[in-house]
């Protein structure tokens, strides 16, 4: 939960349980010990306590969780490894423990997928308060932290991993808003799962952080300089937190230190971060591009969205290098002193919504058969006209072209030398050729020539593997490559996790 809290009250909770009898008593949280039954679920082992709740090992007496890989019809009784989240209302004065603790119960129903613990249920404030969901047997990432630096690959493949699970969280219309080691963890195949939802908000849910408390809620080195405004609702506050993350990865330092008040908080919005290759030399210029613009005190500054993000990180050969890139020291007293005049008189953010952020700012992918060299002109045109119109729709879009190279599954490759040239490097030139009317500022687009021998699974592969929101794919209506074009289009569209838009023209 957060290391700053707006506000304090006096007084301490405890809970009421129910008698064989109907009657009831109050019995304080903090009573609960090993062995005892709640709501059907027996108290094990208490395996972390924290300054706001308690985590227990807990088994399903009733096991009401039936397993989802079942062949049989019914389904068999399962009871899969949970934990309870207690919590700890005898130990803080603080209200937003409480409301927190509601927002997590809120939230917590509506997530699904694999970036998240599955919740199995709670209880109220009425008897006793928890939260029951699944056990993550993995590690969080706050142990590799004390082992920074790391590797650059290390640190890159933990960003990839940690921004696809923002971005699968941010599409579930919830930004997290307190992104740290402690609240990430790590399953057994590498898949990045985000916990704690108590700072969390929803779209679609009441907000009763915003409406409750005035001062900035999160953890003090992670926490946006807008949250710092009290703005909950840019959804680019946690590319900012992934931000530090990957900062004291690559170089064991956090970029802003730990402050614990406000004053200390607000140094962020004008006082610039000590450039990592500045602490690590090992830091190649892109990562520290990727790494400083997730830091810029101006969300729009930044990624447009975690997937944007992760897709640069994923291929940096692709990737915009601006001044930071190079930059060796911070700034100068000057910038820093305009900097921090504007910031004394800023003022919270235009009102929005992830989900209007991610519609926005989607990853588009064009996928070209340059292949034939008698393609049809009328089906570039028309493939060029529907993406520039989409482009013309979503200001934030970013825009991946891409061909696939078809190759043998087993045999010599021919795409180093054919005719007196390089196949691969022709065909990156011919995709760049095809986009060059479109007039997108190169930060925006990039161009990609896969080798596959099924072209409809490369591009699936990559769409998916690159949290694509849209794909616009061509075929013909007649001609002799019909029925191979035609197996592309129709395979993207039945495979592809994300909208696909089929471009036809009938050839005479």
Known sequence: MSDLSPTSASGTASSKQT??????????????KPGM??????????????????????????????????????????SPP???????????????????????????????????????????????????????????????????????????????????????????????????PSNIM???????VLIDYGLSRHDKLPDLLDEEFRLPLGTGPYISPEQV?????????????LGVLLYHLATGERPYGHPTSVAGLKK?????????????????????????????????????????????????????????????????YLSVLKRRFQAAGAEPLLQHSVSDQLSQAPIIVVALDLSNPNASAALSDNLRNITLRMLQ??????????????????????????????????????????ARPLNISPDKITFHVLE??????????????NDVDHIIIGSRGSSALRRFLGSVSSQVVAEAHCTVTVVKVSEK
């Open 82 to 180: 949970l934990i309870m989240k207690v919590p700890l209302l005898f130990s803080t004065d603080d209200p937003t423990a409480i409301v927190a603790f509601e927002v997590e119960q809120m939230i917590m129903p509506k997530l699904k997928g694999k970036h998240v613990p599955r919740y199995y249920g709670s209880g109220d404030f009425d008897t006793q308060p928890y939260i029951v969901m699944e056990h993550i047997a993995g590690t969080s990432l706050r142990s590799r932290f004390e082992e920074s630096p790391l590797p650059v690959e290390e640190v890159v493949i933990t960003g990839i991993k940690i921004a696809h699970a923002l971005q699968d969280l941010h599409r579930q219309h919830v930004i997290h808003l307190d992104i740290k």
């Open 19 to 32: 008698n064989q009898h109907g009657t009831t008593h109050n019995t304080p949280h903090h009573s609960l």
């Open 452 to 465: 596959a021998h099924d072209p409809a699974a490369a591009i699936i592969d990559y769409a998916n593997n």
């Open 268 to 332: 962020r919005m004008y006082r610039d971060p000590v450039p990592p290759r500045s602490h690590n030399p090992l830091i190649p210029n892109w990562l520290q591009e990727i790494i400083l613009r997730c830091l810029e005190v101006n969300p729009a500054a930044r990624f447009d969205t975690a997937a944007q993000l992760a897709f640069l990180l994923q291929h940096p050969d692709q990737l915009t290098l601006t001044e930071r890139a190079d930059k060796s020291n911070q700034d100068g």
């Open 186 to 192: 790590f399953r057994a195949d590498g898949t990045a």
């Open 393 to 434: 729709t979503k200001q934030g879009a970013r825009l991946a072209c891409v061909t696939v190279r078809k190759t043998n599954r087993i045999g010599m490759d021919d795409s180093i030398i054919q005719q007196g040239q390089n196949i691969h490097v022709k065909q990156l030139v011919d995709l760049k050729h095809w």
């Open 37 to 78: 039954e709640v709501n059907g679920y027996r108290l094990e082992e208490k395996l972390h306590t924290g300054g706001m709740a308690a985590l227990w090992r807990i088994t399903d007496l009733q096991k009401r969780h039936r397993s989802e890989n079942s062949d049989s019809g019914e389904g068999t009784v399962s």
């Open 229 to 241: 405004l009290g703005v909950r609702n840019e959804p680019r506050s946690d590319l900012f937190a």
